[in-house]
């Protein structure tokens, strides 16, 4: 899953966040309290710790459980985006809420940013709980272990299926999916790779056990969405069950093609996207190019939102994606996704810059008729 608009966006306002983060407490939360002004100073460590291009050792934050069952133990980290931490996309950071328990003390912390008017936007607010050992050491205790403690588990070959009690395992659409995952591996000459794979209802609930109270992907219609990590192989779905396909394929092929623009669409390409396969928002696609024929894709980069359904850019990649591989083969798709950028991917097609709307209205309109 990408948030291009959201993205940029953020980047935009972020790129001036190096330095040293400023906290703000929100009125009622009491400091003063010894064991909740000690979690709070562990936490405001850890958050500067996160550096403009480095991320903190784990280990010095995170029980030793964790740093050997993940490689990045925080899944709020990547939770927004998967090529960003979150931490470091806010400039007003306000500690919320501090909770003591008898197991560990729950902060909650408000991330934001402000324009030049001075309007607060909110980007998500956290869950963090921080726990202290016989030797009074602190340490983050895992929001995924606390929010799933009662969830259900089921191992088929090489996924590990975590879900809550309310649902009900579907054999069929495992098998399903384990059978695109043979034949992915067929393809690529690939071995097996363990996935761990979180699904529930509806994507709020998998924000939800991640840590988020809120992030900026909640709300609005509910509509099937997933993310993976591919540190840890991990895979959050939400709304389509036990075959999420496409973000396994993420999992299995992002680590070949680290810097290749075209990974969103080969994942679509393989697996649809929101449930729905390339054909699908291809035609979708093709109806609103023809509604808008002004609509210039020469100047490519522009068009990044059509609507809330279809992303326009990773359709097009999965279209690039699936021409190459079946007129010219695997080989010839490897060499398209070792372009570093969409000039380098136009230039490999041999399509020059002032032919790329021609080239792809083509190619669209061909496709779906
Ligand atoms: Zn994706």
Redesign the pocket.
């Known amino acids: 899953?990408?948030f291009y608009k959201i993205f940029v966006i953020i980047l935009i306002l972020t790129n001036s966040l190096l330095g040293k983060k400023s906290f703000y407490i929100n009125n009622g939360v009491d400091t003063l309290d010894l064991e909740s002004k000690n979690a709070l100073i562990f936490l405001e460590n850890y958050f500067n710790d996160f550096k403009s291009d480095t991320l903190p050792k784990f280990q010095n934050y995170w029980s030793k459980i964790d740093c050997n069952k993940y490689k990045i133990p925080d899944q709020l980290v990547y939770g927004i985006s998967s090529d960003y931490p979150t931490y470091n996309m806010s400039d007003k950071i306000t500690i919320l809420y501090i909770k003591p328990t008898k197991d560990f003390i729950q902060i909650k912390t408000h991330f934001a940013w402000i324009d030049t008017l001075e309007t607060i936007s909110t980007l998500c607010i956290t869950n963090h709980y921080i726990r202290k050992d016989n030797e009074g050491n602190l340490s983050f205790v895992n929001p995924i272990d606390i929010n799933t403690r009662n969830w259900k588990k089921k191992t088929l070959r090489n996924i590990e299926f975590h879900f809550p009690n309310n649902l009900k395992f579907n054999i069929k659409n495992a098998n399903k999916l384990i059978l695109n995952i043979k034949k992915l591996e067929k393809e690529w000459s690939l071995s097996p790779i363990q996935i761990k794979y979180f699904y529930t209802n509806t994507n709020e609930e998998l924000q939800k056990i991640r840590g988020f109270d809120y992030s900026l992907m909640m709300g609005n219609r509910e509509k099937p969405s997933?993310?993976?990590d591919d540190k840890d192989n991990i895979v959050y779905c939400g709304g389509l069950g036990e075959n999420y396909f496409?973000?396994v394929?993420?999992i299995y092929l992002n680590k070949l093609l680290p810097n290749s623009p075209l990974?969103?669409g080969l994942?679509?390409y393989y697996?649809g996207?929101m449930g729905m396969d390339l054909k699908w928002h291809l035609k979708r696609l093709n109806s609103y190019l023809e509604k808008n024929e002004n609509l210039n894709l020469n100047e490519f980069e522009k068009f990044y939102y059509m609507d809330n359904f279809t992303n326009p850019k990773?359709t097009i990649f999965g279209l690039l994606c699936k021409m190459q591989i079946e007129k010219k083969g695997l080989i010839s798709l490897k060499e398209l996704m070792n372009q570093n950028s969409i000039e380098e991917v136009f230039k490999f097609l041999n399509v020059e810059s002032k032919d790329i709307n021609k080239y792809l209205r083509k190619l669209i309109n061909n496709e779906v008729e």
Do not use: F, L, T, W
């Open positions: 899953m990408k997933g993310i993976s496409h973000e394929v993420h990974r969103e994942a679509m697996g996207s990773s």
